[in-house]
């Protein structure tokens, strides 16, 4: 039978989890092809730009600026464009990377072009927080074709990406995710094998946690991450009616049922 556990959530942040094994729920279950995406509809339509980058169109390699909140899925577009042309994929962040980062990541992607003839795309994120040095760095790489640009962004881009490479990019705009497309979400992490592997949420945990998501894929998922990993480690033994104490503020409150199939 299905057991049920009143059982606290808060809003956990991705380092709440860092010590324990394994990678974060949200990254053991990134998206694998073009068609394991949830959300963005809207931009994945047969001939879009976006679709035609996933399914690795040789004239479809333009770079791409993704505008849009946080877990909205720009990240995962990123490693799939990757994968799906066979280019190198690399990683910075505007955070701490500086224009020597960048211009070495450059000249490693003309070499690469030049000896093998392979591509690079380069993912920014949170391109907004690159100076307007760090971003003209970018332009001569665009502009040739030594990378497939693909920058991520919160900020509206027209206010935060400097206009000669705001008009070498085509500007996307990532929504948050619908009701729905968080309720599958977690309905497959529940269920898949590199989630939680069989797993059954109640329906009025299901509903709480899509509430508390916002459109965030990666909030849902922590959350339900966190849930899960407090019922398992404290409560092993006996998973009947247990309240968890927290100390952390906005506290929120779910049934979250168990049962293995």
């Given at each position: 039978?299905?057991?049920?556990?009143?059982?606290p959530?808060?809003l956990?942040?991705?380092?709440?989890g860092?010590?324990?094994?394994?990678?974060?729920?949200?990254?053991?279950?990134?998206?694998?092809?073009?068609?394991?995406?949830?959300?963005?509809?809207?931009l994945?339509?047969?001939?879009?730009?976006?679709?035609?980058?996933?399914?690795?169109?040789?004239?479809?390699?333009?770079?791409?600026?993704?505008?849009?909140?946080?877990?909205?899925?720009?990240?995962?577009l990123?490693?799939?464009?990757?994968?799906?042309t066979?280019?190198?994929?690399?990683?910075?962040?505007?955070v701490?990377?500086?224009?020597?980062?960048?211009?070495?990541?450059?000249?490693?992607?003309?070499?690469?072009?030049?000896?093998?003839?392979?591509?690079?795309?380069?993912?920014?994120?949170?391109?907004?927080?690159?100076?307007?040095?760090?971003q003209?760095?970018?332009?001569?790489?665009?502009?040739?074709?030594?990378?497939?640009?693909?920058?991520?962004t919160?900020?509206?881009?027209?206010?935060?990406?400097?206009?000669?490479?705001?008009?070498?990019?085509?500007?996307?705009?990532?929504?948050?995710?619908?009701?729905?497309?968080?309720?599958?979400?977690?309905?497959?992490?529940?269920?898949d094998?590199?989630?939680?592997?069989?797993?059954?949420?109640?329906?009025?945990?299901?509903?709480?946690?899509?509430?508390?998501?916002?459109?965030?894929?990666?909030?849902?998922?922590?959350?339900?991450e966190?849930?899960?990993?407090?019922?398992?480690?404290?409560?092993a033994e006996?998973?009947?009616?247990?309240?968890?104490?927290?100390?952390?503020?906005?506290?929120?409150?779910?049934?979250?049922?168990?049962?293995?199939?």
């Amino acid at each position: 039978g299905v057991q049920t556990c009143a059982l606290p959530i808060s809003l956990f942040d991705e380092a709440a989890g860092a010590g324990r094994p394994g990678a974060p729920l949200a990254a053991r279950l990134r998206p694998r092809t073009a068609d394991d995406l949830v959300g963005q509809g809207h931009l994945l339509v047969a001939g879009s730009p976006l679709r035609r980058l996933l399914d690795g169109a040789e004239d479809g390699a333009v770079s791409v600026i993704l505008w849009g909140p946080p877990g909205t899925g720009k990240t995962t577009l990123a490693s799939l464009v990757s994968s799906a042309t066979g280019r190198r994929f690399v990683e910075l962040s505007a955070v701490s990377a500086g224009v020597k980062d960048v211009r070495e990541v450059i000249e490693r992607a003309k070499e690469e072009l030049s000896l093998y003839r392979k591509g690079t795309v380069l993912f920014v994120d949170e391109v907004h927080r690159f100076s307007r040095t760090q971003q003209d760095a970018l332009l001569p790489a665009v502009e040739n074709g030594w990378v497939t640009l693909i920058a991520a962004t919160t900020e509206n881009p027209s206010f935060s990406v400097v206009s000669p490479l705001l008009s070498r990019s085509l500007v996307l705009t990532l929504r948050p995710l619908s009701d729905d497309d968080i309720r599958l979400l977690l309905r497959r992490a529940a269920a898949d094998p590199r989630g939680l592997n069989g797993v059954a949420l109640a329906t009025q945990a299901e509903d709480h946690l899509v509430r508390m998501a916002g459109g965030d894929a990666r909030r849902a998922l922590t959350a339900l991450e966190a849930a899960h990993g407090h019922l398992m480690s404290t409560h092993a033994e006996d998973r009947k009616s247990t309240r968890l104490n927290s100390s952390h503020a906005n506290i929120s409150y779910a049934v979250f049922c168990l049962k293995k199939k």
